[in-house]
């Protein structure tokens, strides 16, 4: 709608508003007649004010009054359809949005624990004899509770061993933990009694808790906040990228561990906020270079923060410009990044498929930047992505985020392979970034709370700030501290040494067998067989039976696993006294030839090699056009390796020696077999000697019996087999069929050597 607007004639300065037909007179409702000479102009109308009367329209002599009401009538319900107000709808209240709505996920489990506790708690206490009746409905009982039952209860959560489902509780160590139980069960309670609880009753609370960590004995020191910087992380993705000892079954996997841990660094986030980084968190363009020269890639990451208050979070921007001569090409963000974008061809432009084809771009017309838009369909992919195996073959789940335990698990094996004595984790990076934002003199302490998302400093000095202090020497005797000294002593890198054992000994082994209470479980396991040898009929026998065997199983995989930590905590001790003494005697002698053989064990495929040789190298030149082929080519290598098919992780128990080159390294098949199977190998033996093929006997390549596939060692085709072929139904080499995965791995045993 406009406003109908006639110009000044003499001293009239007059204004009428009209409806689609002729304008009006709103002052004595009769029709104006503005000049036919002169042009009307229009402007947008301004919205009508509340109360507001609408123009009528002047019946013309030939409709009358009837066209009057019907225009009339149609002009208020387009004004009731328009301004109409809207009811109070019934179906929303604040009783029906649950309590947590919009929490995150790990506090609320935590909260449901300590409320299905407490309940289960309040059954215990309600079957006791003469019990009080409060104990009958648990939040009765909690509004109804005392100090000395909350302490009581506290007690009673250190004791459990089982949860109400049969599974064995984590446990307490730290007196951490009994002070987050705390923290949500006032939480628990302040929601059930509508009121906060009392400050004698929390102070008496407490004072029982502090008995309770000392008749307990938990540890009362937090987590030791161990930084680590670029100087520990760029030989961590040195040993991801090129360890045979933990196999994937993607190459992709090992770019993606990668990265990971380069942005992490960079950016100094949580976890959960970098797993749930989508394609549609970056921005990819090109940078004008204000100092002159080609322009620069920039990668800029919008992570979703993990934490918010009403949903909303403010995000911070990180915006990463390539850095050419870089530390190295293992932990450059833009190398590994393009990696995984040009792989899935994410790019929208269509001719955009090569780090050649991205150095060509120019940013044209003076302005500072040129997108490089990124496909609108794979905004949902993660940068992290899923990988799983379906139907045998390893698939990426582009639009399922990794799940963090998987993430926690690589981490933690590639950590004992790079031989640091405690394993990685994700929050060190807050921790090592943290302190040199606080150092550098470059950040200010608000620029710092806004990058780690931080309300306050008193977070960064509870939490982040280092606890280990070094350079107090220097500085007390009027002397400039060594930075490089005191980070080289306080980061993780001090504590590595590859020689640490991963696995146990047979003696630890042995030892643990015969540890009181797994002897006990043991014997139980056995009273039990022999009851069911005598009445195998009964099934509650049976189920007991069944429950004693995984109860035994997991006691001696805890029991393994608490020798093992034990042993990689010793060691240092011990192998320095061994150190010592081969240095200053000559006794002892070095075990590193031992263990170069055990090195040999695990052969690196030629797509591996390929990765490392381009990744592992340095700049020759100071010729920016040779930098880039050098950057180039690693992409490329890195391209061709993501579909490259690892096996899947090592299963089964790690080789006792190392074989020696001359050895043959694959399991014979066994003596006794049936007549027909003696045939049938020894005629397919001959057949595969004469064509070269199928032979997992054969000294420079093991093929797959099912499949013309190579590998250059027997635990290739193992992991090939097991993840490709189990669901197999008949053997294709014997034309033989088969009706169970058992049968076909009896199979494989007795007629093709293949023990799976």
């Known amino acids: 709608m406009y406003r109908r607007r006639t110009p000044n004639t003499g001293n009239h300065?007059?204004?009428?508003?009209?409806?689609?037909?002729?304008?009006?007179?709103?002052?004595?409702?009769?029709?104006?007649?503005?000049?036919?000479?002169?042009?009307?102009?229009?402007?947008?109308?301004?919205?009508?004010?509340?109360?507001?009367?609408?123009?009528?329209?002047?019946?013309?002599?030939?409709?009358?009054?009837?066209?009057?009401?019907?225009d009339l009538s149609n002009v208020e319900r387009v004004h009731q359809a328009r301004y109409q107000v809207p009811d109070d709808d019934t179906d929303e209240d604040l009783a029906q949005v649950p309590e947590d709505y919009g929490r995150s996920n790990k506090t609320k489990k935590?909260?449901?624990?300590?409320?299905?506790?407490?309940?289960?708690?309040?059954?215990?206490?309600?079957?006791?004899?003469?019990?009080?009746?409060?104990?009958?409905?648990?939040?009765?009982?909690?509004?109804?509770?005392?100090?000395?039952?909350?302490?009581?209860?506290?007690?009673?959560?250190?004791?459990?061993?089982?949860?109400p489902d049969g599974r064995r509780q984590k446990g307490y160590t730290k007196a951490s933990a009994l002070e987050a139980d705390w923290k949500y069960f006032r939480i628990y309670y302040q929601r059930v009694t509508k009121t906060e609880m009392s400050k004698e009753m929390g102070e008496a609370v407490r004072t029982g808790m502090r008995y309770l960590v000392d008749k307990r004995g938990l540890d009362k020191q937090p987590r030791a906040n161990v930084p680590v910087y670029i100087e520990d992380m760029i030989p961590f993705n040195e040993t991801i990228l090129q360890t045979r000892e933990k196999r994937f079954h993607l190459g992709f996997q090992r770019i993606i561990l990668c990265l990971y841990n380069t942005v992490g660094l960079f950016t100094i986030n949580r976890k959960q906020a970098m797993l749930d980084l989508q394609f549609k968190h970056l921005q990819i363009s090109l940078q004008q270079d204000p100092h002159g020269g080609p322009p620069k890639p920039m990668i800029e990451l919008e992570p979703q923060f993990v934490k918010s208050v009403l949903g909303m979070s403010k995000l911070n921007t990180f915006a990463l410009p390539e850095i050419v001569y870089g530390v190295s090409l293992v932990f450059s963000p833009h190398v590994l990044l393009f990696i995984i974008l040009f792989y899935v061809h994410t790019f929208e432009a269509p001719h955009l498929t090569s780090m050649e084809d991205l150095r060509r771009l120019l940013v044209?017309?003076?302005?500072?930047?040129?997108?490089?838009?990124?496909?609108?369909?794979?905004?949902?992919?993660?940068?992290?992505?899923?990988?799983?195996?379906?139907?045998?073959?390893?698939?990426?789940?582009?639009?399922?985020?990794?799940?963090?335990?998987?993430?926690?698990?690589?981490?933690?094996?590639?950590?004992?392979?790079?031989?640091?004595?405690?394993?990685?984790?994700?929050?060190?990076?807050?921790?090592?970034?943290?302190?040199?934002?606080?150092?550098?003199?470059?950040?200010?302490?608000?620029?710092?709370?806004?990058?780690?998302?931080?309300?306050?400093?008193?977070?960064?000095?509870?939490?982040?700030?280092?606890?280990?202090?070094?350079?107090?020497?220097?500085?007390?005797?009027?002397?400039?501290?060594?930075?490089?000294?005191s980070k080289a002593v306080t980061r993780m890198s001090r504590w590595i040494d590859r020689r640490r054992p991963r696995y146990l000994s047979d003696t630890d082994r042995e030892s643990v067998e015969k540890d009181p209470e797994l002897q006990s479980a043991i014997r139980w396991q056995v009273d039990l067989e022999t009851q069911c040898a005598g009445r195998s009929q009964n099934p509650a026998l049976r189920a007991m039976l069944e429950d004693q065997k995984r109860q035994a199983h997991n006691l001696r995989r805890r029991l393994q696993e608490k020798r093992r930590k034990e042993t990689r905590r010793d060691f240092s001790r011990k192998q320095a006294v061994i150190d010592i003494e081969r240095q200053l005697t000559g006794g002892a002698v070095s075990d590193e030839p031992a263990r170069e053989v055990l090195r040999k064990e695990f052969e690196m495929p030629s797509e591996q090699?390929?990765?490392?040789?381009?990744?592992?190298?340095?700049?020759?030149?100071?010729?920016?056009?040779?930098?880039?082929?050098?950057?180039?080519?690693?992409?490329?290598?890195?391209?061709?390796?993501?579909?490259?098919?690892?096996?899947?992780?090592?299963?089964?128990?790690?080789?006792?020696?190392?074989?020696?080159?001359?050895?043959?390294?694959?399991?014979s098949p066994p003596a006794r077999k049936i007549k027909a199977d003696t045939q049938l190998n020894t005629s397919w033996e001959k057949g595969c000697t004469s064509g070269g093929k199928h032979i997992p006997n054969a000294e420079q390549t093991f093929a797959c019996f099912q499949c013309p596939k190579t590998y250059s060692d027997y635990n290739g085709v193992k992991r090939h087999f097991r993840t490709s072929h189990l669901t197999d139904l008949k053997c294709n080499f014997c034309n033989l069929s088969v009706l169970h995965e058992m049968h076909l791995r009896r199979h494989a045993s007795d007629a093709h050597g293949l023990r799976t």
């Open 110 to 163: 935590l909260k449901l624990r300590l409320k299905e506790r407490w309940a289960w708690y309040c059954q215990m206490k309600a079957i006791e004899p003469s019990t009080n009746h409060k104990w009958g409905f648990a939040e009765d009982a909690l509004r109804e509770a005392s100090p000395n039952d909350m302490h009581r209860f506290l007690n009673w959560c250190l004791k459990l061993e089982y949860s």
């Open 364 to 485: 044209e017309g003076g302005r500072q930047e040129m997108l490089l838009p990124l496909k609108k369909k794979m905004d949902n992919h993660y940068v992290f992505p899923k990988v799983e195996v379906i139907c045998g073959q390893p698939r990426i789940l582009w639009e399922t985020p990794m799940n963090g335990s998987t993430l926690d698990a690589q981490l933690r094996t590639s950590s004992e392979i790079h031989g640091f004595l405690n394993h990685f984790f994700s929050h060190q990076f807050r921790y090592g970034g943290g302190d040199l934002l606080d150092k550098s003199g470059f950040v200010s302490e608000a620029q710092r709370n806004v990058i780690m998302a931080h309300a306050t400093s008193r977070t960064f000095i509870k939490h982040y700030r280092p606890r280990r202090h070094t350079g107090l020497q220097e500085i007390m005797c009027g002397l400039n501290p060594d930075e490089e000294f």
């Open 13 to 70: 300065g007059i204004t009428s508003e009209s409806s689609c037909a002729s304008p009006i007179d709103t002052d004595n409702d009769r029709p104006f007649e503005p000049d036919s000479s002169e042009t009307d102009l229009t402007e947008p109308e301004r919205s009508l004010q509340a109360g507001r009367t609408i123009a009528r329209k002047k019946p013309s002599p030939k409709t009358g009054t009837k066209s009057l009401s019907t």
């Open 609 to 667: 090699i390929l990765l490392v040789e381009t990744f592992f190298t340095w700049p020759t030149t100071d010729s920016l056009e040779d930098e880039w082929t050098r950057r180039n080519k690693a992409v490329a290598a890195g391209i061709q390796y993501c579909s490259f098919q690892e096996g899947g992780p090592l299963r089964g128990r790690r080789k006792r020696s190392a074989p020696s080159d001359n050895e043959d390294i694959v399991p």
